[in-house]
């Protein structure tokens, strides 16, 4: 799969930081979070809560989210990339009990903060096991991210996917055009796409193992040949040939699934991977998001292309129920937290099946926000409701035992929030920030 002017190296790097406690609610989801199976897909695995893995990156101003995640991440083994301001040797020795080990990724000379996220699924996949029956799947995602495990769980067995194929699942993709636009509007950038426009039919050659109902729609997405040529330079246009000249990445904030199948395809030539963030991630393309998604297009692959999610009936904003990652969070959301769990709490008293179904949360934080007041609270109430709205679906008898919101119980659930402006439901632009 790798090509002969593929070449480079990474030096190793080591790892990071946190504390412990793991309340009643983290009991719960680890024993309630068993097998799920759908027969409908005629699947014969199940997927379990060991065939998952977590992987993100912290650094000194959030490292507190190494606690706060575990009010969803409990159970599943998680490697986090940290900076080298943080004490590496006591958060491996606080976090083993979590199943949480570091890997410290200190700054690189010449290229962004944001290397430590293209590299975050190269150490955790080696660390975890290299996918040698040490998981399945790997959750990548920012550290302000929350992902659903039971949620993922049902999404990966109804679509009939198996591990072993190279799939990297998301439907909030961003599609951006550097080099088509105005100098003071580049790039412009549309968010979210629900599909990949890159991605081969099903059954064009590929070889498909999954079965059931979904196998003959979800396969792993492989790109036209003409797609996957190095550019001329690391900043410029993809090839010419390409059909589709725009640059299709996933929206890192709400998640993405990479199959072990598919780290193996990205790990199996040493000189592949760490040579290429190296050449696609600089300070003129500072963007994580953007960089991971190279190395799959240099790789010949995409985006698993989902099928749509039914769109709920009770939901005021259908589009957004249609996708499964981050539906209810917008492409850098600009609401604070408070007003995101607002709208979620109202969201799930109208339709609770909406958060159900919900694979991921984005907490959007910015810069300047104060972490300890502001960010911190946010997570852990968006995380308990997700968790509890989980609960609810798979686990009879279970109810909630005060009003949503953990850290926020002194809301008004029904109170409403903020929208977000018009058009960001649907297809929205920014032309500031990448992942």
């Known amino acids: 799969m790798m090509r002969a002017w593929q070449n480079g190296k990474l030096p190793s790097l080591i790892l990071f930081l946190n504390f412990v406690l793991i309340g009643h609610l983290q009991f ?5 979070s068993a097998s799920i199976r759908k027969g409908s897909t005629g699947l014969t695995e199940t997927y379990t809560l060991s065939d998952l893995a977590v992987t993100f990156t912290v650094d000194s101003n959030n490292v507190a989210l190494v606690e706060a995640s575990r009010l969803w991440r409990a159970g599943i083994q998680t490697h ?22 570091f890997t410290v990724v200190p700054a690189f000379p010449g290229h962004p903060g944001a290397l430590r996220h293209v590299l975050a699924p190269l150490f955790a ?16 995602g920012d550290a302000d991210t929350i992902f659903a495990p039971r949620a993922v769980l049902e999404l990966l067995t109804e679509l009939g996917v198996a591990a072993g194929e190279p799939h990297v699942i998301s439907d909030f993709l961003v599609e951006c055009d550097s080099y088509n636009c105005p100098p003071d509007r580049c ?14 039919p099903c059954g064009n050659g590929t070889t498909v193992t999954s079965s059931g109902a979904a196998a003959a729609a979800v396969c792993p997405c492989r790109i036209p040949p003409s797609c996957s040529g190095p550019r001329a330079s690391p900043t410029g246009p993809i090839p010419d040939e390409c ?21 193996r395809e990205l790990t199996g030539d040493p000189s592949f991977y760490a040579a290429e963030a190296l050449k696609t991630l600089l300070y003129e393309r500072p963007f994580g998001d953007v960089a991971l998604a190279e190395l799959l297009r240099l790789g010949g692959y995409g985006f698993t292309r989902l099928p749509m999610a039914t769109p709920l009936a009770l939901d005021p904003h259908r589009e957004s ?3 499964r990652f981050s539906s209810y969070s917008i492409y850098n959301d600009r609401r604070t937290p408070k007003e995101q769990f607002r709208e979620l709490v109202s969201l799930g008293q109208r339709s609770p099946r909406a958060l159900q179904q919900m694979v991921s949360y984005h907490v959007h934080t910015w810069p300047g926000e104060d972490f300890g007041s502001v960010v911190l609270p946010g997570y852990r109430a968006i995380a308990r409701l997700m968790a509890r709205r989980q609960l609810e679906q798979h686990q009879p008898g279970y109810r909630t035992r005060a009003a949503d919101g953990g850290d926020y119980h002194h809301l008004q659930p029904g109170s409403g929030a903020p929208h977000g402006g018009n058009g960001q439901r649907g297809e929205s632009r920014d032309e500031h920030e990448r992942g």
Do not use: H
Request: proline share 6%; aromatic share 8%; hydrophobic share 45%.
């Open 28 to 32: 719960f989801i680890v024993l309630s």
């Open 80 to 101: 986090m990339i940290v900076d080298e301001s943080l004490d590496v040797n006591t958060l491996r020795i606080l976090g083993a009990p979590n199943n949480e080990s």
């Open 125 to 140: 996949f080696e660390a975890l096991g290299g996918g040698q029956g040490g998981f399945k799947w790997l959750l990548v």
């Open 187 to 200: 790039p412009a950038c549309f968010a979210p796409k629900r599909m990949d426009p890159r991605c081969l």
């Open 243 to 263: 059909p589709i000249v725009t640059e299709i990445s996933a929206y890192g904030g709400a998640g993405i699934i990479y199959s072990a199948g598919m780290l």
């Open 321 to 323: 129920s249609t996708r």
